[in-house]
Protein backbone atom coordinates (compact mmCIF):
# COMPACT_ATOMS: atom_id res chain seq x y z
CA UNK A 1 0.00 0.00 0.00
CA UNK A 2 1.28 3.17 -1.42
CA UNK A 3 1.53 6.36 1.69
CA UNK A 4 1.56 9.80 1.08
CA UNK A 5 3.69 12.25 2.80
CA UNK A 6 5.34 10.10 4.71
CA UNK A 7 8.32 10.55 7.17
CA UNK A 8 11.70 8.48 6.46
CA UNK A 9 12.93 9.30 10.05
CA UNK A 10 12.79 6.03 10.76
CA UNK A 11 14.23 4.49 7.17
CA UNK A 12 17.70 6.06 7.99
CA UNK A 13 20.07 5.79 10.76
CA UNK A 14 20.74 9.20 10.98
CA UNK A 15 17.29 9.76 11.77
CA UNK A 16 16.78 12.59 9.68
CA UNK A 17 13.38 13.89 9.71
CA UNK A 18 12.60 14.53 5.72
CA UNK A 19 9.30 13.64 3.74
CA UNK A 20 8.85 11.94 0.79
CA UNK A 21 5.45 12.69 -1.24
CA UNK A 22 5.05 8.85 -1.59
CA UNK A 23 6.14 5.83 0.29
CA UNK A 24 5.43 2.13 -0.23
CA UNK A 25 7.24 -1.37 1.60
CA UNK A 26 7.83 -4.07 -1.06
CA UNK A 27 7.79 -7.96 -0.27
CA UNK A 28 8.71 -9.55 -3.07
CA UNK A 29 10.37 -9.14 -6.84
CA UNK A 30 6.61 -9.56 -8.61
CA UNK A 31 5.46 -6.95 -6.02
CA UNK A 32 7.82 -4.62 -7.27
CA UNK A 33 7.86 -5.38 -11.27
CA UNK A 34 4.04 -4.70 -10.81
CA UNK A 35 4.34 -1.79 -8.98
CA UNK A 36 7.11 -0.27 -11.63
CA UNK A 37 4.77 -1.47 -14.60
CA UNK A 38 2.04 1.02 -12.98
CA UNK A 39 4.50 4.15 -11.94
CA UNK A 40 6.23 4.51 -14.90
CA UNK A 41 7.66 7.71 -16.07
CA UNK A 42 6.95 8.42 -12.71
CA UNK A 43 10.13 9.72 -10.18
CA UNK A 44 10.96 6.98 -7.70
CA UNK A 45 14.03 6.08 -5.27
CA UNK A 46 14.96 2.45 -3.53
CA UNK A 47 16.09 2.51 -0.16
CA UNK A 48 17.89 -0.63 2.07
CA UNK A 49 18.56 -0.56 5.19
CA UNK A 50 18.82 3.10 5.22
CA UNK A 51 22.54 2.91 7.10
CA UNK A 52 24.83 4.56 4.43
CA UNK A 53 22.64 7.71 3.25
CA UNK A 54 22.47 11.04 4.21
CA UNK A 55 19.02 12.34 3.51
CA UNK A 56 19.01 15.86 3.09
CA UNK A 57 15.95 17.41 1.25
CA UNK A 58 12.48 16.56 1.20
CA UNK A 59 11.55 13.92 -1.74
CA UNK A 60 9.18 14.96 -4.71
CA UNK A 61 8.42 10.90 -5.34
CA UNK A 62 8.23 7.64 -4.61
CA UNK A 63 10.21 5.87 -2.46
CA UNK A 64 10.64 2.27 -1.91
CA UNK A 65 11.73 0.18 0.48
CA UNK A 66 12.86 -3.45 -0.11
CA UNK A 67 11.28 -6.02 2.44
CA UNK A 68 11.88 -9.00 0.87
CA UNK A 69 13.18 -11.66 3.10
CA UNK A 70 14.43 -15.30 2.81
CA UNK A 71 17.26 -17.50 3.00
CA UNK A 72 18.33 -20.10 0.92
CA UNK A 73 20.82 -22.63 0.32
CA UNK A 74 21.03 -23.44 -3.34
CA UNK A 75 24.38 -25.33 -3.75
CA UNK A 76 26.42 -26.95 -1.64
CA UNK A 77 29.92 -29.49 -2.24
CA UNK A 78 32.02 -31.03 0.45
CA UNK A 79 33.99 -27.51 0.90
CA UNK A 80 31.57 -24.96 0.21
CA UNK A 81 27.76 -23.74 0.34
CA UNK A 82 26.13 -21.12 -2.02
CA UNK A 83 23.59 -19.24 -0.23
CA UNK A 84 21.01 -16.52 -1.79
CA UNK A 85 20.18 -14.35 0.56
CA UNK A 86 16.98 -12.00 -0.41
CA UNK A 87 17.64 -7.98 -0.81
CA UNK A 88 15.49 -7.02 2.52
CA UNK A 89 16.90 -9.36 4.72
CA UNK A 90 19.22 -7.77 8.04
CA UNK A 91 22.90 -8.20 6.72
CA UNK A 92 23.97 -8.83 10.27
CA UNK A 93 21.19 -11.38 10.68
CA UNK A 94 22.52 -13.26 7.70
CA UNK A 95 25.63 -13.21 9.49
CA UNK A 96 24.14 -15.20 12.43
CA UNK A 97 22.75 -17.39 10.19
CA UNK A 98 25.98 -18.70 8.87
CA UNK A 99 27.89 -18.59 12.03
CA UNK A 100 24.31 -21.00 13.47
CA UNK A 101 25.44 -23.22 10.29
CA UNK A 102 29.08 -23.33 11.08
CA UNK A 103 29.38 -21.18 7.20
CA UNK A 104 32.67 -19.08 7.14
CA UNK A 105 33.57 -16.04 5.29
CA UNK A 106 31.54 -12.85 6.87
CA UNK A 107 32.45 -13.27 10.63
CA UNK A 108 34.41 -10.09 9.86
CA UNK A 109 31.43 -8.12 8.48
CA UNK A 110 29.41 -9.27 11.64
CA UNK A 111 27.43 -6.31 13.08
CA UNK A 112 27.65 -3.80 9.87
CA UNK A 113 24.18 -2.27 9.94
CA UNK A 114 22.43 -2.07 6.60
CA UNK A 115 20.83 -4.39 4.60
CA UNK A 116 21.73 -7.59 2.25
CA UNK A 117 20.84 -5.62 -1.37
CA UNK A 118 22.79 -2.66 -0.25
CA UNK A 119 26.01 -4.84 0.73
CA UNK A 120 27.63 -4.98 -3.15
CA UNK A 121 26.59 -1.67 -3.55
CA UNK A 122 29.06 -0.03 -1.09
CA UNK A 123 31.24 -3.57 -1.40
CA UNK A 124 31.07 -3.74 2.52
CA UNK A 125 34.23 -4.43 4.14
CA UNK A 126 36.36 -4.75 8.14
CA UNK A 127 38.85 -5.99 9.93
CA UNK A 128 40.96 -7.40 6.53
CA UNK A 129 37.75 -9.16 4.49
CA UNK A 130 35.60 -7.27 1.64
CA UNK A 131 31.94 -8.63 0.51
CA UNK A 132 33.89 -8.92 -2.60
CA UNK A 133 36.03 -11.88 -1.05
CA UNK A 134 32.76 -14.14 -0.51
CA UNK A 135 30.64 -12.91 -3.42
CA UNK A 136 29.61 -14.93 -5.85
CA UNK A 137 26.16 -13.52 -8.09
CA UNK A 138 23.65 -11.03 -7.61
CA UNK A 139 20.31 -10.96 -9.05
CA UNK A 140 19.26 -7.23 -10.10
CA UNK A 141 15.80 -5.93 -11.77
CA UNK A 142 16.62 -3.78 -15.10
CA UNK A 143 14.67 -0.91 -14.67
CA UNK A 144 14.57 0.13 -17.96
CA UNK A 145 13.58 -3.10 -19.38
CA UNK A 146 11.73 -4.73 -16.24
CA UNK A 147 13.98 -7.95 -16.70
CA UNK A 148 16.11 -9.32 -14.55
CA UNK A 149 19.53 -10.03 -14.74
CA UNK A 150 22.48 -12.04 -12.76
CA UNK A 151 25.78 -10.23 -12.32
CA UNK A 152 28.80 -12.50 -11.30
CA UNK A 153 32.06 -10.97 -9.29
CA UNK A 154 33.18 -9.66 -12.25
CA UNK A 155 30.34 -7.78 -13.92
CA UNK A 156 30.10 -5.80 -10.73
CA UNK A 157 33.80 -3.87 -10.97
CA UNK A 158 33.62 -4.01 -7.36
CA UNK A 159 36.81 -1.37 -5.84
CA UNK A 160 37.07 -0.32 -2.69
CA UNK A 161 33.42 0.65 -0.68
CA UNK A 162 32.60 0.92 -4.11
CA UNK A 163 30.59 -0.92 -7.22
CA UNK A 164 29.01 -0.58 -10.66
CA UNK A 165 26.04 -0.16 -8.92
CA UNK A 166 27.42 2.71 -6.95
CA UNK A 167 28.88 4.86 -10.07
CA UNK A 168 27.82 3.47 -14.08
CA UNK A 169 24.81 1.76 -12.72
CA UNK A 170 23.41 3.93 -10.02
CA UNK A 171 19.74 4.01 -10.35
CA UNK A 172 19.37 2.04 -13.05
CA UNK A 173 18.88 -1.83 -11.36
CA UNK A 174 17.88 -2.82 -8.25
CA UNK A 175 19.51 -5.60 -6.83
CA UNK A 176 17.03 -8.23 -5.19
CA UNK A 177 18.58 -11.29 -4.21
CA UNK A 178 22.55 -11.53 -3.15
CA UNK A 179 24.67 -15.48 -2.97
CA UNK A 180 27.39 -15.64 -1.68
CA UNK A 181 30.12 -18.23 -1.47
CA UNK A 182 30.53 -19.28 2.40
CA UNK A 183 33.31 -22.32 3.73
CA UNK A 184 31.41 -25.39 4.95
CA UNK A 185 34.56 -26.26 7.29
CA UNK A 186 35.90 -22.72 8.02
CA UNK A 187 39.59 -22.78 7.89
CA UNK A 188 40.90 -19.78 5.86
CA UNK A 189 39.91 -17.14 9.06
CA UNK A 190 41.20 -13.85 8.53
CA UNK A 191 42.51 -12.77 12.03
CA UNK A 192 45.74 -11.01 11.37
CA UNK A 193 43.77 -6.95 10.72
CA UNK A 194 45.20 -4.89 13.62
CA UNK A 195 43.22 -5.04 16.16
CA UNK A 196 41.51 -7.85 16.04
CA UNK A 197 44.60 -10.07 15.85
CA UNK A 198 45.92 -8.43 19.27
CA UNK A 199 42.05 -8.76 20.96
CA UNK A 200 41.92 -12.73 19.75
CA UNK A 201 45.17 -13.39 21.52
CA UNK A 202 44.70 -15.94 24.00
CA UNK A 203 41.39 -17.37 22.09
CA UNK A 204 40.57 -20.01 19.82
CA UNK A 205 40.18 -18.61 16.14
CA UNK A 206 36.83 -19.89 15.35
CA UNK A 207 34.55 -18.00 13.20
CA UNK A 208 32.47 -17.55 15.85
CA UNK A 209 34.85 -16.23 18.15
CA UNK A 210 35.97 -13.90 15.31
CA UNK A 211 32.58 -12.46 14.93
CA UNK A 212 32.37 -11.85 19.49
CA UNK A 213 35.06 -10.06 19.04
CA UNK A 214 34.59 -7.90 15.90
CA UNK A 215 30.84 -7.18 17.82
CA UNK A 216 33.22 -6.22 20.86
CA UNK A 217 35.20 -4.14 19.02
CA UNK A 218 32.62 -1.99 16.79
CA UNK A 219 30.40 -1.73 20.23
CA UNK A 220 33.50 0.11 21.62
CA UNK A 221 33.74 2.45 19.01
CA UNK A 222 30.94 3.32 16.92
CA UNK A 223 27.92 4.33 18.66
CA UNK A 224 24.43 2.87 18.11
CA UNK A 225 22.35 4.44 15.77
CA UNK A 226 19.85 3.21 17.86
CA UNK A 227 20.83 5.76 20.47
CA UNK A 228 22.11 8.51 18.18
CA UNK A 229 21.89 9.00 14.90
CA UNK A 230 24.47 8.00 12.55
CA UNK A 231 25.63 6.25 9.55
CA UNK A 232 28.84 4.68 10.94
CA UNK A 233 32.16 6.14 9.42
CA UNK A 234 31.44 9.13 7.00
CA UNK A 235 34.87 9.14 5.02
CA UNK A 236 36.86 6.81 3.23
CA UNK A 237 40.26 6.30 4.27
CA UNK A 238 42.32 7.88 1.67
CA UNK A 239 44.91 5.69 -0.40
CA UNK A 240 47.66 7.77 -2.10
CA UNK A 241 51.32 7.60 -3.54
CA UNK A 242 54.11 6.80 -1.85
CA UNK A 243 55.98 10.05 -2.44
CA UNK A 244 53.21 12.13 -0.89
CA UNK A 245 53.27 9.60 2.25
CA UNK A 246 57.23 10.00 2.31
CA UNK A 247 56.22 13.92 1.94
CA UNK A 248 53.51 13.77 4.56
CA UNK A 249 55.91 12.08 6.66
CA UNK A 250 58.44 14.37 7.55
CA UNK A 251 55.55 17.33 8.78
CA UNK A 252 53.64 14.00 10.50
CA UNK A 253 56.52 11.66 11.88
CA UNK A 254 53.78 10.13 13.86
CA UNK A 255 51.09 9.18 10.73
CA UNK A 256 49.48 5.87 10.96
CA UNK A 257 49.83 3.97 7.71
CA UNK A 258 49.04 0.82 6.29
CA UNK A 259 50.29 -0.95 3.37
CA UNK A 260 48.47 -0.99 0.20
CA UNK A 261 48.25 -2.62 -3.41
CA UNK A 262 50.71 -1.45 -6.34
CA UNK A 263 53.22 0.30 -3.66
CA UNK A 264 50.65 2.72 -2.38
CA UNK A 265 49.12 3.71 1.67
CA UNK A 266 46.31 3.84 3.06
CA UNK A 267 46.04 6.66 5.84
CA UNK A 268 43.50 6.47 8.54
CA UNK A 269 40.98 9.64 7.77
CA UNK A 270 39.95 9.32 11.39
CA UNK A 271 42.78 10.42 12.47
CA UNK A 272 43.99 13.26 10.35
CA UNK A 273 39.78 14.41 11.42
CA UNK A 274 40.94 13.87 15.34
CA UNK A 275 44.60 16.29 15.01
CA UNK A 276 42.82 18.86 13.20
CA UNK A 277 40.10 19.43 16.31
CA UNK A 278 37.23 17.65 15.05
CA UNK A 279 36.83 15.09 17.51
CA UNK A 280 33.94 15.52 19.59
CA UNK A 281 33.13 19.01 17.54
CA UNK A 282 29.61 19.38 17.81
CA UNK A 283 27.83 22.50 15.73
CA UNK A 284 23.96 22.72 17.01
CA UNK A 285 23.06 18.79 16.78
CA UNK A 286 25.39 17.90 13.90
CA UNK A 287 28.42 16.53 15.21
CA UNK A 288 31.62 14.05 15.19
CA UNK A 289 31.54 11.45 17.74
CA UNK A 290 33.59 12.03 20.70
CA UNK A 291 35.02 8.28 20.60
CA UNK A 292 35.48 7.97 16.72
CA UNK A 293 36.39 11.00 14.77
CA UNK A 294 35.62 9.31 11.42
CA UNK A 295 31.75 9.06 12.26
CA UNK A 296 29.56 12.21 12.14
CA UNK A 297 26.66 12.15 14.81
CA UNK A 298 22.58 13.62 14.93
CA UNK A 299 22.30 14.73 18.65
CA UNK A 300 18.89 15.30 18.01
CA UNK A 301 17.11 17.27 15.12
CA UNK A 302 19.87 17.96 12.84
CA UNK A 303 19.44 18.44 9.38
CA UNK A 304 20.68 16.82 6.78
CA UNK A 305 22.25 19.91 5.41
CA UNK A 306 24.09 20.53 8.56
CA UNK A 307 25.56 17.36 8.50
CA UNK A 308 27.08 17.65 4.72
CA UNK A 309 28.32 21.41 6.17
CA UNK A 310 30.30 20.02 8.71
CA UNK A 311 31.46 17.10 6.10
CA UNK A 312 32.57 19.33 4.06
CA UNK A 313 34.61 21.79 6.55
CA UNK A 314 36.20 18.56 7.67
CA UNK A 315 36.88 17.89 3.65
CA UNK A 316 38.73 21.67 3.38
CA UNK A 317 40.77 21.57 6.43
CA UNK A 318 42.03 18.03 5.68
CA UNK A 319 43.27 19.46 2.19
CA UNK A 320 44.46 22.33 3.22
CA UNK A 321 46.83 20.35 5.90
CA UNK A 322 47.47 16.79 4.28
CA UNK A 323 46.58 17.64 0.75
CA UNK A 324 44.65 14.91 0.75
CA UNK A 325 41.28 15.14 -0.96
CA UNK A 326 38.52 13.18 2.11
CA UNK A 327 36.13 11.26 0.01
CA UNK A 328 32.65 10.61 1.48
CA UNK A 329 31.61 7.41 1.64
CA UNK A 330 27.90 7.24 2.24
CA UNK A 331 25.41 8.16 -0.38
CA UNK A 332 24.18 11.59 -0.26
CA UNK A 333 20.39 12.26 -1.36
Keep these: MIIKNFSLKNYNTFGIDVETESFIAIQSEQELVKL????????????GGGSNILLTENYKGLTIVM????????????????????AGENWHDLVLWALENDFGGIENLAFIPGSVGAAPIQNIGAYGVELESVFH???????????????????????????IFKNKLRGSVIITSVTLRLQ?????????????????????????????????????????????????????NPIITTNHFNKLLK???????????????????????????????????AGVH???ALVLVNYGNAKGSELLNLAKEIQKQVLQEFEIPLEIEVNLL
Aim: hydrophobic share 30%; charged share 30%.
Design 36 to 47: LETTKGSPYRVL
Design 67 to 86: KNLGIELVEETSDFVLIEAQ
Design 137 to 163: SCRVLDLKELSFKTFDKKACSFGYRNS
Design 184 to 236: KKPHQIQSHYGTLQSALDGKSKTIQTVAEVVISIRKSKLPDPNEIGNSGSFFK
Design 251 to 285: KHPELPHYPDHDGHVKIPAAWMIEQLGFKGKRNGD
Design 290 to 292: KKQ
